[in-house]
């Protein structure tokens, strides 16, 4: 008897014993219900089918309970799993700018802000999965440490065990594991990296990247190959559980369907965040 790597869904041989290749599955995400009132931000309906798992806006940077509500029964409807997005409380700045909050006011934030989504998915009947920082805190944490350990450890004292998503490699996901907690290394389709691995700044020209095929094609390479070129043209090894298209990015719905059709197209199988 042989053994054979496949990947999920293949045919297994008669007398061959089978191991699969964990590389080609991933979960595909966006950042949704980040609407306020009449307000509308993002295309979450077109969105939704394409993609695995949602990070929802809590009501801080972006979102109202209403917005959360409506969020949460479309990603149900869709079979997406659903995460929180916590952010700073700036809806001025849309959660993009560093706010000056002490560890308590910031993990007293976080928990609000997490409860309030957890609430609205016990009243739908959904399961909360995961926890994603939103912009600034997201991109910070991803360096501060003092930070990272500060969400990771507000996540650790909510009820459950719920899995943190921060950038690939970061001190976010250190802090995270340190803590006891399920991890989801993150990879974006649409956002352009700098040659350290981090994301190119939005105030930057190329650090959106609008063009659905180049977004397809750079998270296939992600999830197939583990690499990602850099806005300089250097490669960078990158290893992801799950690939971030955001909701806001013009022509999001368009990016969306593009990014999951050349997964499929690979033969990446891409598959929701769970529980653990």
């Not at 509500?69 to 952010?87: F, Q, S």
């Not at 594991?177 to 700044?201: I, K, M, N, Q, T």
């Not at 998270?219 to 955001?246: K, N, P, Y």
């Amino acid at each position: 008897m042989g053994v054979v790597t496949l990947r999920p869904g293949a045919t297994v041989p008669t007398g061959w014993a089978v191991t699969y290749d964990a590389s080609m599955i991933v979960d595909l995400n966006a950042d949704v219900g980040e609407s306020y009132g009449a307000w509308v931000m993002g295309a979450d309906a077109d969105l939704m089918p394409f993609i695995t798992s949602g990070n929802v806006a809590c009501g801080a940077h972006a979102g109202d309970p209403l917005t959360m509500w409506r969020t949460v029964a479309l990603a149900k409807r869709h079979g997406v799993a659903v995460g929180a997005h916590p952010g700073y409380p700036d809806r001025d700045g849309f959660g993009r700018r560093d706010l000056p909050m002490t560890p308590y006011e910031l993990e007293a934030s976080l928990l609000a802000q997490i409860g309030a989504l957890s609430a609205i998915c016990g009243a739908l009947g959904a399961q909360l999965t995961h926890v994603k920082p939103h912009g600034a805190l997201y991109n910070r944490a991803a360096a501060d440490t003092e930070l990272a350990a500060c969400i990771a450890g507000a996540v650790a004292r909510f009820p459950g065990r719920l899995t943190v998503v921060g950038l690939a490699g970061s001190a976010l996901i250190d802090a995270a594991l340190a803590a006891g907690l399920p991890v989801a290394d993150e990879a974006f389709a649409d956002r352009a990296y700098e040659p350290d691995g981090s994301l190119r700044s939005r105030d930057l020209p190329g650090a959106v990247h609008t063009d659905p095929a180049l977004a397809a094609a750079q998270a296939v390479s992600i999830a197939r190959d583990g690499r990602v070129r850099a806005h300089d043209g250097s490669s960078l090894e990158i290893r992801a559980d799950t690939i971030c298209i955001h909701g806001d990015t013009p022509g999001a719905a368009a990016v969306g369907r593009a990014v999951r059709e050349a997964l499929d197209k690979a033969g990446i199988e891409v598959r929701p965040l769970t529980r653990v």
